[in-house]
């Protein structure tokens, strides 16, 4: 099972910018649909982005299309979110894993400790 190493999160302002990355152990990583997630408290994990096992094929939640670009670097064993334009609705902790496809983005791995975003008003 893979293991999964989320970075990169921090604190912005509204309107900022950040990039996720996501670090994996596996060794049949480009085998694997990868995605997004988010939780808020008192909420449940949601969707954000999928990316296919060769980055062809892309998906993303409708909160966060045309801000959002999930790609990945299969020599890395990484897989990244550059977030643009972040609003405040966007503040979660933000986690990856290996999702059933990319248009069924159910995941199917243990989660990682996820890497917090703070956007600010």
């Known amino acids: 099972q893979a293991h999964l190493v989320e970075s990169g999160g921090g604190f912005v302002q509204a309107g900022g910018s950040l990039r996720l990355s996501c670090t994996v152990s596996?060794?049949?990583?480009?085998?694997?649909?990868m995605g997004w997630f988010r939780q808020t408290p008192g909420k449940e994990r949601e969707f954000v982005a999928a990316?296919?096992?060769?980055?062809?094929?892309?998906n993303y939640a409708d909160s966060v299309k045309g801000r959002f670009t999930i790609s990945r670097d299969n020599a890395e064993k990484a897989v990244y979110l550059e977030m643009i334009n972040l609003k405040p609705e966007d503040t979660a902790v933000y986690y990856c894993?290996?999702?059933?496809?990319?248009?069924?983005?159910?995941?199917?791995?243990?989660w990682g400790q996820g890497t917090q975003v703070t956007v600010s008003s």
């Open positions: 596996a060794p049949s990583f480009s085998t694997y649909a």
């Open positions: 990316i296919s096992p060769t980055g062809g094929a892309d």
């Open positions: 894993n290996t999702v059933v496809r990319t248009f069924s983005p159910r995941p199917t791995g243990s």
